[in-house]
């Protein structure tokens, strides 16, 4: 079908082992919580499975020597059994109250780096990352962490350490006990890795398969439109079917793996490894502790051979919760590029010329986009950046916003470099309406208010009253409490542009950057909308983008770039008469000969007359 696979491949060593040093490092930070966490349940569980049966096995021995079986010859047995067991449950309810907040303050903390993680990332990464996969992964960073915790506390310490303490009793009885024990559990490990080794692989297979079902279901989902449109349900249902069938059989794979290969060899091993503890226990008498030995024995192994079966537990869970973190870790490997200088120079003057010196660019993997490009924007100047689509006026604006660093060359606002400034300084001094202007699903005001969150109420209002957003919103049910939907799905091209636009207004920068940011408007409400962008322009210096060349040709100078070069430069009068690539352009758009083009476009041109400007004055 060639859509998009979600599929992420399992991360190496080192993202393994930074995800390793992060989950260590919260049980280090958090070790107040950690030791009590940890150390309880496996104490509880010495209670348990060691120290009760123990007694029972005392009583029975107690017995069996002739020591009768009144109740007050048993009492002290009984009450020991029970307090045992009652100290055991307050163990394991204490441990679980410290392990729960391990986890809790563990997986908190790891949101917040993940995400400040994420945000120390530069434009670039964003692009050649997917929202979705990033959202997967920064979020399992943190939520494995309780897997992580739970499966060192129920089933590492938890069992090690009780198995432990079972071995010192059993050593008091018989230490053949004792190595036969561990030596089983030990020959046991060593049969079963190879095994889970081989059931990894078919866990991964699996994996994949059910990141292939994921990845088609956001696919389809996210374009639900064009489906609809191309009327392909049928064909897109089919698919899934295909993809969940196939992970249904790779499932089904991994589990039988699992149970028949694996448990069908530890099973008999731990048949034998009881049988075996049961006959030293008789055999050997236990140092002539007799019926005591062997129901002590008897139940030592019981408890100690469940171990065998949790090998595989322990190892899948394990590495699945680290393979999960390390998808994320191995993001944080490569460094961002577009990073904050070492000692960034404070912001010197609230000039805000620009300049591009002799840069030069190219897109990762691409040929150089631009090449020794020079161009002088002075304080306060209106320019127009014009020409054909891919000419590279986006990636111009993305680069003096510094989203991406140029290779050679300067980029200058008010004469300091822009790489010497804080990004944070930088970017307040540009008001950016982006070619594709997104939205967060939240309120039209909160979309509005994103340019400056401590704006008022009533700036929040002019803004939008500025750029035209009002007259949709008032209609709105809930007006300004309007959700916008996911990327401002419920809003339309045009609306979404005046509300990018009431941002730029409301941000009240220097510098205006807009990169078609009336494109999606129709004629009549571009005038309204062109008319507040003239106010706001007054006083600073704009830079706009835009292919309808009405909507710039009273600009105070036009630029017309075409594959990462200047090719024309002038006032439009001056580009028409030099009959050149914007004069052909014109042409096109007037829809007439060049004769006619400046009588043709009297009309348009008012769309972007400043006011009392004598283009203005002549309308009707
Ligand atoms: N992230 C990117 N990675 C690689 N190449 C890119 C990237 N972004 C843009 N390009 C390429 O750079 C060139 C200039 O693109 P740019 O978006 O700057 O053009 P544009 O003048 O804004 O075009 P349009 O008028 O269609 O918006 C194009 O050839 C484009 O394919
Ligand atoms: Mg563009």
Sequence with gaps: MGLPEA???????????????????????????????????ALGNIGINYIAPLIVAKLVGHIADGGGSTVASVLPYVLGFAGVLLLAEALWRVGLHFLNRLDARGIEHLYVIGMDELFAKDATFFHDNFAGSLTK???????????????????????????LFGSVVLWSYEPLLVVGLLAMIAFTAGCVTPLIRRRQALVNQREEAIARVSGHVADSLM?????????????EAAEHRSRVAESRRLT????????????????????????????????????????????????????ATRIMFE?????????????????????????????????????????????????????AGAEPLFERLDLEVGSGAKIGLVGRSGGGKTTLSRLLLRMTDIDAGRILI???????????????????????????????????????PDATEAEIRRAAEAAHVTEFADALADGFDTMVGERGVKLSGGQRQRVALARAILRDAPILLL?????????????????????????????????????????????VL??????????????????????KLWQHQSGGFLDDAPARAEPDLTCWAPPGSPSSRRRP
Excluded: C
Excluded at 226 to 232: E, I, N
Excluded at 279 to 300: D, M, P, S
Excluded at 332 to 348: H, K, R
Excluded at 564 to 578: D, F, K, M, N, P
């Design 7 to 41: 599929r992420e491949d399992s991360p190496g060593r080192g993202p393994v082992l930074l995800a390793l040093r992060y989950y260590g490092g919260e049980l280090v930070r958090l070790r107040w919580l950690t030791a009590p966490a940890m150390l309880s349940p």
């Design 137 to 163: 992964r920064v979020l399992s960073f943190a939520s494995r962490f309780e897997d992580f915790v739970d499966t060192l506390t129920f089933s590492v310490v938890g069992s090690f350490v009780p198995l």
């Design 223 to 235: 374009n639900m439109d064009t489906v609809r449109a191309f009327g392909a349900e049928e064909r």
């Design 252 to 303: 089904l794979r991994s589990w039988d793996y699992g149970n028949l290969r694996i448990d069908t060899l530890v099973a008999p091993m731990s048949v034998l490894t009881n049988v075996m503890g049961l006959l030293l226990a008789v055999t050997l008498g236990g140092g002539g502790h007799g019926v005591e030995a062997v129901v002590v024995a008897f139940t030592y192994y019981t408890n």
């Design 311 to 363: 090998f595989n537990q322990i190892y899948r869970r394990l590495e699945s919760s680290m393979t999960e973190a390390g998808q994320f870790t191995e993001l944080l490997l490569t460094q961002p590029t577009v990073l904050d200088p070492a000692s960034p120079q404070p912001l010197l003057s609230t000039a805000a010329d620009v300049r591009f010196e002799q840069v030069t660019f190219a897109h």
């Design 414 to 452: 008010g004469g300091q470099d822009i790489s010497t400034l804080r990004q944070a300084d930088l970017r307040g001094l540009i008001a950016y309406v982006p070619q594709d202007p997104a939205m967060f699903h939240r309120t039209l005001r909160d979309n509005i208010a994103f340019a400056r």
């Design 515 to 559: 990169d078609e940011a009336t494109s999606a408007l129709d004629s009549e409400s571009e005038v309204l909308v062109q008319k507040a962008l003239w106010n706001l322009m007054e006083g600073r210096t704009a830079l706009v983008v835009a292919h309808r060349l009405s909507t710039v040709a009273t600009m105070d100078r036009l630029v």
């Design 562 to 583: 075409d594959r990462g070069r200047i090719v024309e430069e002038g006032t439009h009068q001056q580009l028409l008469a030099a009959e050149g690539a914007y004069a």
